[in-house]
C-alpha cells in the first residue's frame, strides 16, 4: 500500500492517480489510459483500492490528490486482484484465440496483462462475437473481432488528427468501432494508431 504522506510536488491538481503511480515504479495494468491523450475510463482494470471509498475507484479518472484525503490506497489487494481477473474474464469474453497466428502476439498489453493479472480459467462457453473488417486506409489494417473499444484510436483521431470520422457506434454487445457513412480514415497521422492499439485490432498491411 501507499501512505497519504507521500510527496506530490511534482504534480499539479489535473495529474491523474494512475499517472502517479506510474511514476512511482508501480505497475497498474490499463489499455484505454494513455498520458497524451484524454480520460475515458473504459476498460476498469486501473482500479485501486482507497480506504475511505465504499467501492473500488478507477485510478486513471481520479484525481492524484485523492491520496491527500485518503488514510491508505491499495493496488495489490485481494479485492482489486479479483476484480481484474473478473474484468479480463469479461474481456476476453467475446476475443479471438487467435494468438499463435496474430500480428501483434508477443507484443500486446491484453495478452501480457491477462497471463499476470487475468485468470485461466473459462466459464462462458457461447459463441464469440464476429464483427466485419472495416477499410480504414492504405496502411491500416483491421480484425475487429479483437478490439476491446478502449477508444484510443478514437481519441487519438479527434484529439490528435483532428478528424473526426473514426468514432463508436451501437451499445453494448453491438458496440463497434468505424467509420463515418463508410468513409476511409485519411490524415497524415493515420498510422499512429497502429502504435497506440493495445491488442491486435489494428495493425499494417504491409506487416
Request: glycine share 6%; charged share 20%; aromatic share 10%.
Amino acid at each position: 500500500h501507499i501512505s497519504s504522506e507521500d510527496e506530490l510536488s511534482l504534480f499539479n491538481n489535473k495529474i491523474a492517480l494512475i499517472a502517479y503511480l506510474i511514476a512511482n515504479g508501480i505497475t497498474i495494468p490499463h489499455f484505454c489510459y494513455h498520458s497524451n491523450l484524454s480520460i475515458a475510463g473504459n476498460c476498469r482494470v486501473c482500479l485501486i483500492e482507497l480506504t475511505n471509498s465504499i467501492k473500488p475507484v478507477v485510478s486513471c479518472a481520479t484525481n492524484a490528490n485523492a491520496i491527500n484525503y485518503n488514510a491508505q490506497l491499495y493496488y495489490d489487494s485481494a479485492l482489486i486482484k479479483k476484480s481484474r481477473e473478473n474484468i479480463i474474464e469479461f474481456l476476453l469474453l467475446n476475443h479471438p484465440l487467435d494468438c499463435p497466428i496474430c500480428d501483434q502476439g508477443g507484443d500486446c498489453d491484453l495478452q501480457d496483462q491477462s497471463l499476470f493479472f487475468g485468470v485461466a480459467k473459462r466459464r462462458f462457453y457461447n459463441f464469440k462475437k464476429i464483427v466485419l473488417d472495416k477499410n480504414l486506409g492504405f496502411i491500416i489494417k483491421t480484425v475487429m473481432t479483437r478490439c476491446i473499444h478502449c477508444t484510443r484510436c478514437v481519441r487519438f483521431a479527434l484529439e490528435i488528427a483532428g478528424t473526426t470520422n473514426l468514432g463508436i457506434f451501437g451499445r453494448g454487445y453491438h458496440c463497434e468501432v468505424s467509420t463515418y457513412t463508410n468513409k476511409i480514415f485519411t490524415t497524415e497521422f493515420s498510422g499512429n494508431i497502429i502504435d497506440l492499439c493495445p491488442v491486435g485490432f489494428i495493425t499494417k498491411k504491409l506487416y
